[in-house]
């Protein structure tokens, strides 16, 4: 191989590492199952959360997920310029996981008077981090 092309696939490989080096992994709740209420007073249904992250991310039981709604809002004086906001909604907590995926219960969810929800509860689509803070 001549050194010319030893060059040059050192390149291409460089450019390949940083490209994919800045690349993150959205992980975020796929699916939600719960008891089917049975009219009964005061009756508390219990309801699991399915996320996209595993033990392979790190994911363990009792690992604490921050979960985040993005809200998107249009800018018709800015070019249409679209924002968006992460908001934190709640927390999750992994009551069990596989290599790629967990099963989840709520820990808490935050009841934010200050910004407007359509819907007070986690959904499907809403995004998961592990939490890093307390």
Same mark, same amino acid.
Do not use: W
């Given at each position: 191989?001549?050194?010319?092309?030893?060059?040059?696939?050192?390149? !291409?490989?460089?450019?390949?590492?940083?490209?994919?080096? &800045? *690349?993150?992994?959205?992980?975020?709740?796929?699916?939600?199952? =719960?008891?089917?209420?049975? &009219? $009964?007073?005061?009756?508390?249904?219990?309801?699991? *959360? *399915?996320?996209?992250? &595993?033990?392979? =991310?790190? !994911?363990?039981?009792?690992? !604490?997920?921050?979960?985040?709604?993005?809200?998107?809002?249009?800018?018709?004086?800015?070019?249409?310029?679209?924002?968006?906001?992460?908001?934190? !909604?709640?927390?999750?907590?992994?009551?069990?996981? $596989?290599?790629?995926?967990?099963?989840?219960?709520?820990? =808490?969810?935050?009841?934010?008077?200050?910004?407007?929800?359509?819907?007070?509860?986690?959904?499907?689509?809403?995004?998961?981090?592990?939490?890093?803070?307390?």
């Amino acid at each position: 191989m001549s050194k010319k092309n030893i060059i040059l696939l050192v390149s !291409i490989s460089i450019i390949t590492f940083y490209s994919y080096s &800045g *690349y993150s992994t959205t992980y975020s709740v796929y699916n939600i199952s =719960q008891d089917i209420p049975m &009219g $009964e007073k005061d009756e508390i249904l219990a309801k699991n *959360y *399915y996320v996209n992250i &595993g033990q392979l =991310q790190g !994911i363990q039981p009792g690992t !604490i997920l921050d979960v985040y709604r993005t809200i998107s809002s249009l800018d018709p004086y800015s070019n249409n310029i679209r924002y968006n906001h992460d908001v934190k !909604i709640g927390e999750l907590l992994v009551v069990h996981s $596989e290599k790629n995926s967990s099963i989840t219960s709520l820990k =808490q969810l935050i009841a934010n008077t200050n910004i407007y929800f359509e819907i007070d509860s986690v959904i499907i689509g809403d995004q998961v981090q592990v939490k890093t803070t307390n």
